[in-house]
């Protein structure tokens, strides 16, 4: 389906409302900006920044609800397994990072900018309770659409256990861009060594914990 004219100008906006608040965020910290300085800095009220985000931690991990929307599409395309659903996901996003990086001019800075926002991010507790309520959100929607796809019940432990597994992931994948982003500024090093520790992790819930911990 195309892009209408109203939709893509909406994207734009919240796409640079979202920039506003990542730089801002980045040099002055989470509490020391203000949704107003936002609107102030895109020529719009500060009612219209919360059209789009209905709160200040969610317009700063705007690129959680992104994820939630591939989630919800990936795993419902039930010829796509959901491990592979999920790589799918965490790939373009990883590529998303790594190629903004490569493409920024400025490599080390935009790395050090990465650094900053992970740093920032761990700082703040408002955010990181934000961001563990989305992915409890995450797990709830993984678990309804895995179980529609066998047929049972979102709270049974099949869809749970898989759901908890598939976003352990994503846990997996940050923490690794973390350790990486501490020793590497080369964009294609760094993916290589995240899509790495993500596919390790991967074959763990393909082949089960006793693959790494036999009994």
């Known amino acids: 389906m195309t892009e209408g004219l109203r939709e893509r100008k909406k994207r734009e906006m919240r796409r640079r409302l979202s920039d506003t608040a990542a730089q801002l965020f980045l040099r002055h910290g989470f509490d020391a900006f203000r949704v107003a300085d936002v609107a102030e800095a895109c020529g719009v009220s500060e009612k219209t920044v919360f059209n789009y985000f209905p709160t200040k931690e969610s317009l700063v991990l705007d690129q959680l609800e992104t994820t939630m929307s591939a989630l919800r599409t990936g795993l419902a395309d039930a010829s796509v397994p959901p491990v592979r659903a999920a790589l799918r996901i965490l790939g373009a996003e990883l590529t998303a990072i790594t190629g903004g990086v490569a493409a920024s001019g400025d490599p080390v800075s935009a790395i050090a900018g990465y650094r900053r926002f992970g740093e920032l991010l761990a700082a703040t507790p408002s955010l990181r309770a934000y961001q563990s309520d989305t992915m409890d959100r995450f797990v709830t929607v993984a678990a309804q659409l895995l179980a529609e796809r066998i047929g049972s019940h979102p709270d049974d432990p099949e869809p749970q256990i898989a759901a908890a597994a598939l976003l352990g992931l994503w846990r997996v994948q940050f923490q ?39 009994s």
Not at 184 to 213: C, F, K, Q, Y
């Open 176 to 214: 690794s861009l973390r350790r990486h982003l501490a020793t590497t500024s080369d964009p294609g090093e760094l993916h290589d060594e995240v899509t790495a520790d993500v596919h390790r992790a991967a074959r763990l819930i393909e082949n089960g914990l006793t693959s790494a911990w036999p």
